[in-house]
């Protein structure tokens, strides 16, 4: 156990799903992110929030939806999702400054069907 | 945008051999950290490195923050079946914030 949980682990859906992943961090962490993470490709900055306010949106298409109602917890909502959206997603909290690192969850394994 | 390109990509060794993996960018870092995932979880924090020439040793792993500070080495001796897993750097520019960028990975198994 990290501190950072993330549910579910697993989630298999279809493209015409709503479905919701879930992150929550009790370490007093000030900045919360959702990476996705591909085979064979690198970490993919999603969003990021800072003291609850999103201060990046790295071109995600809009299918990705991300609620942060406080320092604690983020959201990514998913609708209308594509087979090629299938990826570990992982969420990473941090204390707002890089040299303490960031504590990833241990991500939710989505597939789209 | 600044990229950190990590070599190899794939490494399997012996139980026992020593290894040396690469973590390269054409841009000056800050600080760098290294992370280790093992499969089915995330990424953990290994170390952050500072200051250029800088070399941190944890255990059997040795960090190395280059000079110029565009790259990184990580350098395992005597690997244990126990250092499978996924091995990730990530950099943080100047005046980014808390925003790290990280390289593709080395994916290393080793082998009893």
Redesign the interface.
């Known amino acids: 156990e990290?501190g950072?949980t993330q549910t579910p682990r697993h989630l298999v859906m279809g493209m015409t799903n709503k479905k919701s992943l879930k992150c929550e961090q009790h370490l007093g962490h000030n900045?919360m992110y959702w990476y996705k993470q591909s085979a064979k490709?690198?970490?993919e900055?999603m969003f990021?929030y800072?003291f609850k306010e999103q201060t990046?949106n790295n071109s995600v298409p809009s299918r990705f939806s991300p609620e942060c109602p406080n320092s604690s917890h983020l959201f990514l909502h998913l609708h209308t999702l594509q087979p090629e959206d299938s990826a570990l997603y992982?969420c990473?909290s941090?204390p707002?400054?890089?040299?303490?690192?960031?504590?990833?969850?241990?991500?939710t394994r989505l597939t789209v069907v | 945008t600044q990229l950190l390109e990590q070599s190899p990509q794939f490494l399997s060794i012996q139980e026992g051999e020593n290894l040396t993996v690469y973590c390269n960018s054409s841009s000056v870092f800050?600080?760098l950290?290294w992370?280790r995932q093992e499969p089915?979880?995330?990424?953990?924090?290994l170390v952050?490195v500072?200051t250029g020439g800088e070399v941190k040793k944890l255990k059997r792993l040795t960090f190395q923050f280059g000079d110029a500070r565009k790259d990184s080495s990580l350098h395992i001796t005597a690997a244990q079946t126990g250092d499978t897993g996924l091995y990730?750097c990530?950099g943080?520019g100047y005046n980014?914030?808390?925003?790290?960028t990280?390289?593709?990975?080395t994916r290393l198994m080793v082998k009893p």
């Open positions: 990290t950072v900045a490709k690198p970490l900055l990021v800072n990046e992982l990473a941090s707002g400054d890089w040299e303490y690192g960031y504590t990833f969850g241990s991500g | 800050s600080s950290q992370y089915g979880e995330g990424p953990v924090l952050t500072v990730l990530a943080a980014a914030g808390n925003m790290l990280f390289g593709g990975g």
